[in-house]
């Protein structure tokens, strides 16, 4: 029985970790769950997951809600499949498990700040807090400076391999290069500009924006 | 031994994290302790001055030491195991349990037989606390035990906002702990772990109502709180600094 993937396929979090299971070559099924009309708001969905978010994935019998905790546990799951995401030993997996919570705590709730207020209340046709959006563009932009630093030393956040901590700044980055217009953020941070064409060009990646872009339920690798 | 090392003062949430997981797993550390009213951890000589492999000389100057850790985004804790330096609490405690799985509690990842699932119900609960309890509970934190210390001013609204948001998680553990003794399941984990830094700070400023009005929360909290690894970082977070 084929993973079931619970949310919205143009959600940061759900593309996560579909793109996962693309790299892993894992089929699932998408199973819609549509945030706009407060669907994961809804009793039948929150029985599913208490805190009413997008996604919940179910592996048979196993259920699981957090898109980073899903993510660790596929590539536990398929270590032996498709590119080392974990790293090797307790050290490397450290940078990886360092550079996750970056992305969680630091660099996510800033970009997410930026994507709120420039598309997706606009889209909307809801005013974006423009001072919230300036104040957290200039915050992103130190914090790239950061990531510069460490991208000229090695070629993926964790080390030379690309892991799970890159992984996890991919869908909403995307968010922040083609829909509000941050691209400029990486023309003087010329390895994490290469980081950014790097990542965003996997093969993995771009499988998964066609299976979006399709409207498709089923994704067979 | 002596190879692991803690830099940050223990009143410190994210410090404290750390220094629980150290315990429960009984492995040996220093710890140095970082004046952050002085700003140490965020001087530009600090965050910019890299090294490779610290020479253990390092270990008896403890100033020195800070000095030459790579902290890039100027935080605490820092921790550092022979060759390996890291930041972010929960990675730290995460690779403490990986890489010492032998020593002390061996269940805080999941037990050993419980496999890859019961390891995921850790890190899901672990993700909830880093993504829906810490944020509202944070500013709690520094709203009721800092701001009054540093003699900084009390933001009403932020405080009934962020109770507001912080009873509304705490109904969800209620539920889940309707169904198992810890959040993860029936041992306690890494996921509950990471839960008494702020819960401590919180139930100290004036706000344990938010835990004992739960019944299943409260008696987690009993549990969880009385654990001797705890009871020890509340000492050390009582002790001034040598």
């Not at chain 1, 546990?73 to 398929?78: D, Q």
């Amino acid at each position: 029985m084929a993973v079931k993937v619970y949310g919205k396929p143009q959600a940061v979090c759900p593309q996560r970790v579909m793109h996962c299971l693309v790299e892993k070559g894992v089929p699932f099924e998408f199973v819609l769950v549509d945030i706009d009309t407060m669907e994961h708001k809804r009793p039948e969905y929150m029985e599913k997951h208490p805190f009413g978010q997008v996604p919940f994935i179910a592996d048979g019998d196993f259920e699981l809600f957090e898109s980073r905790a899903i993510v660790r546990y596929f590539a536990s799951k398929y270590a032996d499949r498709g590119p080392n995401l974990l790293g090797r030993t307790a050290e490397e997996r450290a940078k990886v498990e360092q550079w996750l919570d970056v992305e969680a705590i630091t660099y996510s709730p800033c970009a997410f700040s930026i994507v709120f207020n420039l598309f997706l209340l606009p889209i909307r046709g809801l005013p974006g807090n423009k001072g919230e959006a300036v104040a957290s563009m200039e915050k992103l932009d130190k914090i790239l400076e950061v990531y510069e630093k460490q991208l000229a030393r090695t070629k993926y956040l964790a080390g030379d391999e690309f892991t799970l901590a890159d992984l996890t700044h991919i869908p909403v980055t995307r968010y922040l290069v083609e829909h509000c217009g941050l691209a400029y953020l990486l023309d003087d941070k010329p390895h994490a500009k290469a980081w950014w064409e790097d990542v965003s060009s996997r093969p993995a990646w771009k499988k998964l924006m066609s299976f979006v872009a399709s409207g498709a339920s089923f994704y067979a690798p | 031994m002596g190879s692991v090392t803690v830099y940050g003062p223990p009143i410190s949430p994210a410090v404290s994290r750390v220094l629980a997981c150290l315990l429960e797993k009984d492995v040996v550390f220093n710890l140095v302790n970082i004046d952050m009213s002085k700003a140490q951890h965020k001087s530009p000589d600090f965050l910019k001055i890299q090294v490779a492999s610290p020479p253990p000389l390092l270990l008896f100057f403890p100033t020195v030491s800070i000095l030459l850790l790579n902290l890039p985004f100027g935080q605490v804790p820092a921790f550092q195991d022979e060759h390996t330096t890291l930041f972010e609490s929960r990675a730290i405690c995460r690779y403490i349990c990986d890489k010492y799985a032998d020593r002390g509690n061996r269940s805080l990842l999941g037990r050993r037989g419980g496999g890859l699932v019961e390891r995921a119900h850790v890190e899901q609960w672990l993700e909830a606390e880093g993504q829906s309890f810490n944020p509202p509970s944070s500013t709690l934190v520094f709203q009721l035990a800092f701001a009054p210390q540093m003699g900084l001013p009390q933001d009403p609204a932020a405080i009934v906002l962020n109770e507001g948001k912080l009873a509304k998680v705490l109904d969800v553990y209620e539920r889940q702990l309707q169904e198992s003794r810890f959040l993860a399941g029936d041992e306690f984990s890494l996921a509950d772990l990471s839960h008494l830094p702020n819960s401590h700070y919180i139930r100290a400023g004036g706000k344990e109502e938010l835990f004992t009005s739960r019944k299943h929360v409260a008696r987690w909290w009993e549990e969880i709180s009385m654990r001797p690894s705890w009871q020890k970082v509340v000492e050390m977070q009582r002790t001034p600094p040598a």
